[in-house]
């Protein structure tokens, strides 16, 4: 059974930036894509980021140009560096493979944007 466990979230000023990371109990050579998703209040929750194993990228529209995601298969980790952080981007973040598998999920991070 694998288990995600995102960390790094918190409170931060619109225009601010956050370092989030993701670990794992499993040897993400093997998982091959990741991806970080997020759930904002009253929203479904939706991919953001995601990389496969060449560390090929790609980006919803919402976070294209601001977030970057990448992976350190030695250490199990995958990051997600988010810059210019807008209120919007208020959400928890969880990170899980993609496709996702729905007995992957952690309990995720909370993110949030205000002054």
């Known amino acids: 059974q694998v288990q995600f466990v995102e960390s790094g979230g918190g409170l931060v000023q619109p225009g601010g930036s956050l370092r989030l990371s993701c670990t794992t109990s499993?040897?993400?050579?093997?998982?091959?894509?990741l991806g970080w998703y997020r759930q904002a209040p009253g929203k479904k929750r939706g991919w953001i980021a995601r990389?496969?194993?060449?560390?090929?990228?790609s980006y919803s529209d919402s976070v294209k140009g601001r977030f970057t995601i990448s992976r350190d298969d030695a250490k199990n980790t995958l990051y997600l560096q988010m810059n210019n952080l807008e209120p919007e981007d208020t959400a928890v973040y969880y990170c899980?493979?993609?496709?996702?598998?729905?007995?992957?999920w952690g309990q995720g991070t909370q993110v949030t944007v205000s002054s």
């Open positions: 499993a040897n993400i050579d093997t998982i091959g894509a």
């Open positions: 990389i496969n194993a060449a560390e090929m990228t």
């Open positions: 899980n493979e993609i496709p996702s598998n729905d007995g992957f």
